[in-house]
């Protein structure tokens, strides 16, 4: 049985799934970088609280937490993982392949320069090309990201954008595999239908009614105040829209909606705080529409999308969300529009949101194309490749 080593900062449960099913088909270690305080609960700023996910992230897969001598340990910066035993743990465990989940780390680039040309070495992200820089950084950065990814020997990229990412920085076709982004299709299509309905009856949406959902951080990036805009402009009656998370934008979309709250459309706008993973299935169970109004930089994928088309829903997002091509076919099972502008944003929304029964139909197709983006398919595609 061949053997992988995984270089990963900590746990992130998107990843987990997969590192669980590679376990029984190879000889398998994960070395999380972050070291033990990676896995414990922590407090995300984005989030503006403490955030410990509530499905097991540590079971079912060997791993090993690495000692990080850091100043300020941490995935937010470069000098946030220093594992001083890192390389001599990989040789130790003696693997046939690397795969390196993300270059930005020291210790993580420190291993892919040591092991390249001794052992292969494989890398995953998901980065794009959908954020406008200047023409000086985009040079700079091309030559530095070509020096960078001289370094691999494949890169196993997620869809269409971040394999166009790849080529610009040198890959060619024989160093790029396809490995779809995933998440638990089958957890967030099979939510109980009592569980969402509760949801709807708590918000006072009755079942002939349109319900629009954005979930994520509120943060500027994610642009939640353009579809609270859009939304408060656009004609069509019975249509709500549901904010569920937390934020630095927070504090201003309770009280933009609630300055308008005078407008019955306004009074129609809904929030709930940050919903852990095991309540997240029913909450998209009881919208209609998932939107994403992205605005970037660094929407790299929005694994949120993969989620609501297994959860069946139909999707409207922003040019700027790296998952738009691959997922999102226009009149099928959604649209997009162009990032940071109302107008579009406005006439989609009222466009699709005219006929419930038109975003049940799209929401039929959404499943349907996501059924091919899973986990399975991913660890197929790694140990095919692991083998050969």
């Known amino acids: 049985m061949k053997s992988l080593a995984i270089i990963v900062t900590h746990p992130i449960q998107y990843y ?5 099913q590679l376990a029984k088909a190879c000889r398998l270690r994960v070395f999380y970088t972050w070291g033990e305080k ?6 995300d ?5 403490h955030i410990q996910w509530d499905i097991p992230l ?3 897969y060997p791993f090993e937490f690495q000692e990080n001598t850091a100043k300020d340990p941490g995935s937010h910066h470069y000098k946030g993982i220093v594992n001083p035993k890192l390389i001599e743990n990989i040789k130790a465990f ?6 390196i989940y993300g270059w930005a780390y020291q210790s993580h680039l420190a291993a892919m320069r040591y092991f390249k040309g001794k052992i292969p070495i494989w890398f995953r992200g998901d ?23 001289q370094h691999i020997d494949l890169a196993f990229y997620v869809a269409s954008a971040n394999k166009a990412y790849y080529k610009a920085f040198g890959l060619n076709e024989t160093k790029l595999v396809f490995a779809p982004h995933a998440v638990d299709n089958e957890r967030f299509s099979t939510a109980p239908k009592q569980a969402s309905e509760n949801i709807r009856e708590h918000l006072n949406i009755k079942n002939d009614e349109v319900l ?8 500027s990036k994610k642009n939640p105040l353009l ?15 549901l904010f569920v998370g937390n934020g630095e934008l927070e504090v201003q979309l309770k009280a933009s909606a609630q300055l308008h709250h005078k407008k019955d459309k306004l009074q129609k706008v809904h929030f709930m705080d940050f919903q852990n993973q095991s309540q997240m299935p029913a909450v998209y169970q009881a919208c209609d529409l998932f939107c994403l109004p992205s605005q970037g930089p660094g929407e790299t994928w929005g694994l949120a999308i993969n989620e609501a088309m297994a959860a069946g829903k139909a999707i409207l997002a922003s040019d700027k969300v790296g998952s738009a091509t691959d997922l999102i076919l226009k009149n099928k099972n959604g649209d997009t529009f162009t990032s940071g502008d109302l107008t579009d944003l406005k006439n989609k929304l009222q466009f699709l949101c005219k006929h419930r029964e038109s975003l049940l139909a799209m929401g039929l197709v959404s499943k349907e194309i996501i059924e091919n983006w899973t986990f399975e398919q991913q660890v197929n595609v790694l140990i095919k490749t692991l083998n050969d």
């Open 227 to 241: 579809l609270l805009k859009a939304f408060a402009e656009i004609t069509l009656a019975n249509t709500h829209l």
């Open 58 to 60: 540590l079971e079912g």
């Open 45 to 49: 700023p984005d989030f503006n609280k």
């Open 127 to 149: 980065s794009n090309l959908l954020d406008e820089t200047s023409r000086v950084r985009k040079i700079l950065r091309k030559l530095f990201l070509i020096w960078v990814y």
């Open 212 to 219: 629009i959902l954005f979930a994520g951080k509120l943060e």
């Open 16 to 20: 987990v799934p997969v590192y669980q």
């Open 94 to 99: 003696q693997p046939d392949a690397i795969l």
């Open 38 to 43: 990676g896995a414990a609960s922590k407090y």
